[in-house]
């Protein structure tokens, strides 16, 4: 298990389940463990999701899909400093309509 911490100076847990369940889901996502790291601790924008998530998205110009994606990290912060991924996934575009929480 790996402790990330985020903007809002919550620890946020990704466990090896939740890599796992990534991986599931995103196959492009294995071996992206650092990345997912990086775009929590240094994001270039914090989205507010609908169910109190929040959505952590860093630009890479290299990717395993190809060049110029977003990394886009679902994660919650839970009371007591503490928080866990939900999933990640790389995307060409964000979604403009969500509200900003951080923007670097």
């Known amino acids: 298990m790996k402790i990330i911490l985020s ?4 620890y946020i847990r990704l466990t090896d389940e939740r890599m796992n369940h990534v991986i599931k889901n995103h196959p492009e996502m294995n071996g992206e463990e650092n990345n997912i790291i990086n ?4 994001p270039d924008i914090i989205f507010e999701g609908n169910f ?3 959505l ?3 630009f890479y110009n290299k990717t395993p899909v190809s060049e110029n994606k977003y990394l886009v990290v679902i994660y919650k912060e839970i009371e007591n ?3 866990f991924i939900l999933t990640a996934y790389f995307t060409r575009r964000l979604n403009n309509r969500r509200k ?3 923007k670097h």
Not at 7 to 10: A, F, I, L, P, V
Not at 39 to 42: A, D, F, K, S, V
């Open 7 to 10: 903007k809002n100076n919550h």
């Open 81 to 83: 400093d503490d928080g």
């Open 56 to 58: 952590a998205a860093k």
């Open 100 to 102: 900003i929480i951080w």
């Open 52 to 54: 109190n998530e929040l």
């Open 39 to 42: 775009t929590i601790e240094n």
